[in-house]
């Protein structure tokens, strides 16, 4: 039997090894900041699951008490203790109500870095002109929740806070 043995047939070089090793190593760099961006993504979609589930929530407490004008109410949880002997009124029920969504919001989402911006707000939906609340009917409400984004860009697509807007009708 006759053995062939080239000078180039001999296994890999050390250049090659480090080209394969450079290569493996930009490919899980790429791995690493889709890893990163898949984590900032998921808590903010865990982020407006949270404000999506308190607005729900204080759209319920709105329309359960609906004969007041939510817009002029200030918020404070706890303001009156309700009883069964000494009930609330319809203000301080919606008192309650707003400072609890207020509190609920401030313990579960970031707080929002914009300037002057609230974490809750209730306004005529008309006054608000975005396309979340359209103002349909006079009396239509907009529940408004802001928060503040965890590591987002300081420019480009993403924003500093992120809000969510419900448009609902007492």
């Known amino acids: 039997m006759l053995k062939y043995r080239s000078f180039y047939s001999r296994g890999f070089t050390l250049i090659e090894v480090l080209i394969a090793m450079v290569i493996l190593a930009i490919g899980l760099l790429g791995f690493a900041a889709m890893q990163a961006m898949s984590l900032r993504d998921n808590q903010d979609a865990y982020y407006y699951q ?88 006079p009396t239509s409400l907009c529940l408004i929740t802001t928060w503040g984004r965890t590591n987002s860009k300081s420019f480009g697509v993403l924003s500093n806070d992120s809000t969510y807007y419900l448009e609902i009708t007492p």
Do not use: F, H
Request: some cysteine; charged content about 10%.
């Open 50 to 137: 949270q404000a999506t589930l308190l607005a729900s929530e204080m759209q319920d407490r709105i329309r359960g008490n609906s004969g007041i004008t939510w817009t002029s109410i200030t918020p404070n949880y706890l303001a009156t203790a309700c009883t069964q002997a000494a009930p609330c009124s319809s203000t301080a029920m919606a008192t309650n109500d707003y400072g609890y969504w207020q509190t609920s919001v401030t313990n579960i989402l970031p707080a929002p870095t914009g300037v002057g911006a609230k974490a809750v707000d209730i306004q005529l939906s008309s006054s608000v002109m975005k396309y979340a609340c359209q103002g349909t009917y």
